[in-house]
């Protein structure tokens, strides 16, 4: 039996630092554009002379591809090495970027969005493993929090970035931005990454890209399509979806056949792995979705623009900024299961500040609830994953990563639909105009969707009284949508109360359920 008392984990030296920079480089690309592409939403609309829902496609482009992509990146790296693939995932997604701001028609954009996904949806994992792999499992709450820098930011920058480079610039930028920050990944990444071994013994398992890629890619194409629809009933959504879930449901029996699938589902046996993941999987779900549904109130309510909405936001990320470097020393030394409710208890008490909002309510109400949810968040997705890494054996980090970011990629997607379809239905509520059309879809406006267009800048003729009822039934609307919200937040709490609260020592390095705290990950 090991003695009980833990040395205290290494500090981050130098080396492993440098590893980090490369991999924060391309995770700020990734998350960033998403954030930033969605702001010009609109104006792809007035550029390309499109629908809402034709432009919608340029997100949701990027999203299946992601989905797509994400199953082959744990084989991938084990065939190919880390570095090769991460390297070529970046020239990828750099070369998508430039191409995106080439883009003539709303159709061109979409097809180089799915060039961009492709790169992008192998960025998170592949450096997630490279990380892991670098720091060891005692160090890996540490690293986990510099890598969760821009996962948090990301939602609160790139509003600002995006505001501002349309306002400054033009739409082009929004890609062309990523172009310097690829090349010098690119270069970093040559340098700065170690060589790595390939495995070109593994076999590929085509059966099983053959069901879950195109069954993730279905499902979260139906999932995407529910807002656009508003209901499940839509042939294209329950179609979809249906065919997409059989698919995947016929993969997992698959699964446990061949030696090597192309996701390793065998790894959820290690139950610190698979209370992780699901925690990780209902948190995102809640959080996700929700927190969408935070710039939109400013937007949309208060009547801000791009760029003031998301300064807005920036409480969130300074609160975040401030636990982060804390929670990630903790997790290295206190089990998760031990920081990680404390943390998601700011997260409700900040989330529920947003079930309260009105037409006016205080700004610095609103400002001190996303620092609280702030303060929360980096105590919450990073310890988590650490949570779900640390226990894994070397040549299964790549695959458990995999595993990670899939379930992450399905819950935001699921997420940001069920908050989409559920404000959506309640804006729907209202009383429509008479005579007052939408000229894209013929469809009657109601009182909530043009005090909405008015409060954004359009000149609707009615009198001031309907706007004003129409603008308070929208922001009833938010705060019964954030009410979802908050209830899916405390439900994040069931599947927490199981993460590990003891940190045992002394069984086999990487069982099942056992912390490997006394085994260094070497670098492949």
Not at 103 to 115: D, F, K, M, P
Not at 155 to 172: C, K, N, T
Not at 210 to 223: H, N, Q, T
């Amino acid at each position: 039996m090991t003695d009980q008392t833990a040395a205290p984990p290494a500090k981050l030296d130098a080396a492993v630092l440098k590893i980090a920079g490369v991999v924060v480089l391309g995770a700020i690309m990734s998350i960033l554009d998403i954030t930033v592409v969605s702001v010009a939403l609109p104006t792809f609309q007035t550029e390309f002379n499109a629908t809402y829902a034709q432009v919608a496609w340029t997100m949701t482009g990027y999203t299946l591809a992601l989905a797509t992509v994400i199953p082959l990146s744990g084989w991938a790296a084990d065939r190919f090495g880390t570095k090769r693939l991460y390297m070529m995932a970046l020239l990828l997604f750099t070369l998508g970027s430039v191409l995106c701001a080439t883009a003539g028609s709303i159709e061109q954009l979409v097809t180089y969005r799915v060039l961009q996904g492709l790169g992008g949806g192998m960025l998170m994992p592949i450096g997630m493993t490279i990380m892991t792999r670098a720091a060891g499992p005692e160090r890996i709450g540490r690293l986990m929090a510099v890598l969760g820098v821009p996962m948090l930011l990301g939602p609160i920058g790139g509003p600002i970035l995006g505001g501002w480079l349309i306002e400054v610039a033009s739409w082009h930028w929004v890609f062309l931005i990523n172009l310097p920050i690829g090349a010098a990944a690119l270069v970093y990444a040559y340098f700065a990454l170690p060589k790595d071994e390939a495995h070109p013994a593994e076999r590929f398992d085509f059966v099983g890209m053959l069901m879950l890629s195109p069954g993730l890619a279905l499902f979260l194409y139906g999932v995407s399509s529910l807002p656009e629809t508003g209901t499940i009933t839509a042939t294209k959504v329950w179609v979809t979806m249906l065919v997409g879930a059989l698919l995947v449901i016929g993969f997992v029996f698959y699964s446990f056949k061949p030696k090597h699938p192309l996701l390793d589902l065998r790894l959820l046996r290690n139950r610190n792995l698979s209370v992780a993941t699901v925690s990780l999987f209902v948190f995102v779900i809640a959080f996700m979705g929700a927190g969408l549904l935070f710039p939109s109130y400013f937007l949309q309510i208060r009547g801000e623009g791009t760029l003031d909405a998301g300064l807005l936001m920036a409480p969130q990320g300074i609160g975040a900024v401030l636990t982060m470097p804390i929670a990630g020393m903790l997790a290295d030394k206190i089990p998760v299961g031990r920081t990680v409710p404390f943390a998601m208890a700011l997260i409700a008490v900040g989330f529920f500040g947003f079930t309260q909002v009105d037409t006016d309510t205080s700004y610095l109400f609103l400002c001190g609830s996303l620092f609280v949810m702030g303060l929360g968040m980096g105590g919450t997705m990073m310890p988590i994953m650490t949570s779900a890494l640390r226990t894994l054996q070397p040549v299964e980090v790549a695959r458990g990563s995999t595993l990670v970011n899939i379930l992450q990629q399905i819950g935001g997607s699921i997420g940001t639909a069920i908050m989409s379809v559920i404000l959506t239905s309640q804006l729907n509520g209202s009383t429509p105009v008479p005579g007052l059309n939408n000229p894209q879809t013929g469809e009657p406006i109601t009182e909530a969707g043009a005090a909405i267009a008015s409060q954004q800048g359009a000149q609707i003729p009615l009198p001031p009284e309907i706007l004003a009822r129409g603008l308070q039934f929208a922001a009833d609307s938010f705060a019964t949508t954030f009410w979802v919200g908050f209830g899916l937040v405390l439900a994040t709490f069931i599947p927490i109360a199981f993460l590990p609260r003891k940190r045992r020592q002394g069984a086999a390095p990487g069982a099942p359920g056992e912390p490997a705290v006394d085994t260094p990950i070497m670098m492949h």
